[in-house]
């Protein structure tokens, strides 16, 4: 077991903190057992700042999206970003995966376009999963593209850029599938594009028309389930597409109930700043039978900040255990910060969701829904005030203490023996 420095009073402090959970009927022991059964899917677009691996790649451009900040170390190639990967997954407890987009495909300096795109460029991917006992999702990447300069792309009204991202999506299709069969471990394969117009359209149902039939043909091919799911995923606003978005929640939302095959993502940083996605939890999951959460933190707009134990984020984690839905919900990282430490970025936002989704399966929910029932609603918001102290902080550590990962800001000391030994020698 590792050393925990100024963390030794782990197993006593958990013990005190097992016997306050018990008399409000929380079993921490069997809480901490199905923690190993929540995977967190870590995105590897934050440890290149989202640039990619294409043939000439560059910084990221263009579909609506933005990287900000120079902090040194940044992954250069494939190699690079599994390396960091593998570094911040020692330091996050638990269960996790990893979620590829397209342009991570590795030609081996070949050109090869999106429309191109076959399993085998991601062999080196699948190959490094099964050495690390994980899974793989995946995204297509419907931006920093030639042909995304119109602003549109699955709804273009151009049909030779319709067809282009169309047999994009199939091709990405085909390779989720092959990699959750290789794998043998689901991939889930999420659609987001940043189609929209900076400026308020004359024309909103043609586009909207055009996606339809797009998202039509490239679904149209069944996959078994057991190696692939499609998601969709809406924005509300992006950089260029500030005054209408082709794929709202709306439309998506929609599409899915049509669609019962396909899952709905929602992105905690797509909506309306003041508008949480808690509420909407319930909502799809009493038609839908799943669905995708993608966790960021907006800051005044949807800038894909680090993911922190915020509000939002508790509120996230505690509906999920309130509609008994950890079984059915996927969660995963969506965010980009160049301006700090790569690794930290990953390790803070991992850490921050894993936290939140302890605190809800601790949280003594039957005494909420009890004086619930009794009409007891002031005893009901009373208990959720004394539950917010209660120390899941000993059941935390504990928790990192037996997944043999640092405790409390242990792991700082880890990341700046990486950034001093390997970020530092990175031109």
Known sequence: MLKFGMYKN???????????????????????????????????????????????????????????????????????????IEKAMSLIPGKQRVN???????????????????????????????????????????????????????????????RFWIEHGKRCREIAAEIGKELKSTCINNTWIPDGSKDLPADRMTHRRILKESLDEMYKTKFN?????????????????????????????????????????LDSGHFHPTENIFDKISSVLAFSPELLL????????????????NDDVLAIANEVKRCNAYDRVHFALDFFDASINRISAWVIGARAVLKSILISLLEPTELLLEEEEKGKLGNRLALMEEFKSLPYAAVWNKYCYDNNTPAGHEWLKDVQEYEDNVLSKRA
């Open 10 to 84: 782990i197993e006593a402090e958990y013990k005190d903190a097992k016997e306050i959970y018990a008399a409000f009927g929380v079993d921490t022991d069997e809480v901490l057992k199905n923690m190993q059964k929540v995977p967190l899917s870590l995105h590897c677009w934050q440890g290149d700042d989202v640039v990619g691996l294409e043939e000439g790649a560059g910084a990221l451009s263009g579909g609506g999206i933005l990287a900000t900040g120079n902090y040194p170390g940044r992954a250069r190639n494939g190699e690079e970003i599994r390396e960091d």
């Open 100 to 162: 590829l987009h397209a342009i991570y495909a590795e030609t081996d300096g070949k050109h090869v376009d999106r429309d191109e795109l076959r399993p085998e460029y991601f062999k080196k991917w699948i190959q490094w999963a099964k050495e690390n006992g994980i899974g793989l999702d995946f995204n297509p990447t419907f931006f920093s593209h030639k042909m995304v300069e119109s602003g549109y792309t699955l709804s273009s009204k151009d049909d030779r850029v319709q």
């Open 225 to 265: 389930k057991e190696y692939m799911i499609d998601s969709v995923e809406s924005k509300l606003f992006g950089i260029g597409s500030e005054s209408y978005v082709v794929g709202s929640h709306e439309f998506y939302l929609e599409y899915v109930m049509r669609n019962k095959d396909i899952m709905l993502c």
């Open 294 to 309: 993608h966790l960021s933190r907006g800051v005044r707009w949807d800038s894909d900040h680090v993911t922190i134990l």
